[in-house]
């Protein structure tokens, strides 16, 4: 019995050993991994932008009136792009993150949304930190973002605000491979 209590905290370390996979990709999502020096990804964090084909964007509501993002089966494609920052060494909750999220037609080739029509796509932004008060999703309705498809490859420029919180990522201009 006492041998179980001395190999214990041993499995728990070894149970808590993740992968490190950066890029993803499949026929249905795409995920690439950013270089940390391309001028919209903030200094001192790492980017990343997914699209998922065949998919719907559900901007829900919790009980609290907090929004968040379901991605459910359907028609059209959903573009997430993250920007994550690593806290400091030692700290539980001191990464920082935000999220865009926005859906679009699979057969459209352009697309060009600004302000209140950002909200055709979905345009949503998350923050995810610990900092009271700030954290959550938020639509976005001040903005404008320009899309287009060629020579395999979705196009994305986004330039935005959101006044109800500060953020680090304002600005999108992306290629992703489809």
Known sequence: MKAFFLLLPLLMVQACKTTNNNTVSSSENSTEQMQTNTNTCPEGGVCTAEIQKGKK??????GTGALYPEITAGDNMVVIY???????????DGDYSETIH????????ELDKKGNGLQDVSLLYGKQCYCKGEAGFYKVDNGVLKVNKENGQLNIDLQFTVNETSHKVSRINRAIKL
């Open 57 to 62: 964007l559900v901007v829900k509501e919790d």
């Open 102 to 109: 926005f859906e679009m037609p699979a057969n459209i080739d």
């Open 82 to 92: 993250s920007f994550l920052q690593k806290g400091p060494e030692g700290t539980v």
